[in-house]
């Protein structure tokens, strides 16, 4: 099974009957940002988020993010760009395991930067891994 070089960690946010984006592209081997959109308004910039996000791994915290994409879309007549495969980190935040619980501690998902907290737990988590030789 070949992993993305690449995938889209993101968060769509209603602003009274507006949506605003944010999210980066994130390279799976060092987890650093390529690309990245912080609150941009989500139909003046639907062109720009479509080609981030369509035909690229998404990982989200809450597929909520998932269906207000997909509303925003709808709402201003434009097709919803297609994941090739969705990461759901509200799954792994609530699993219990050692590790989930050290990704809540550092933030995941309870942030108030939405994506850019989630990455950076996601970051911290991988350094305290790499500083006890664990790995996935």
């Not at 650093?32 to 003046?44: M, P, Q, T, V």
């Not at 879309?73 to 980190?89: A, E, F, H, L, R």
Request: net charge neutral.
């Amino acid at each position: 099974m070949e992993i993305d070089r690449t995938f889209v960690i993101f968060d769509c946010k209603p602003n009274g009957s507006d949506l605003f984006f944010g999210g980066a592209i994130v390279l799976s081997q060092t987890l650093g940002d390529s690309l990245a959109f912080g609150n941009i308004d989500f139909e003046r910039n639907y062109k720009a988020i479509h080609s981030m996000l369509n035909n690229r791994m998404w990982m989200v915290h809450d597929k909520v993010n998932c269906a207000r994409l997909t509303y925003g879309c709808n709402k201003i007549g434009k097709p919803p760009p297609t994941p090739t495969s969705v990461i759901d980190t509200s799954l792994f935040t609530s699993s219990k395991t050692k590790l989930g619980r050290a990704a809540v501690m550092f933030g995941l998902g309870n942030g108030p930067n939405g994506y850019e907290s989630n990455l950076s737990a996601i970051l911290a988590c991988t350094e305290i891994m790499s500083k006890l030789d664990v790995s996935c």
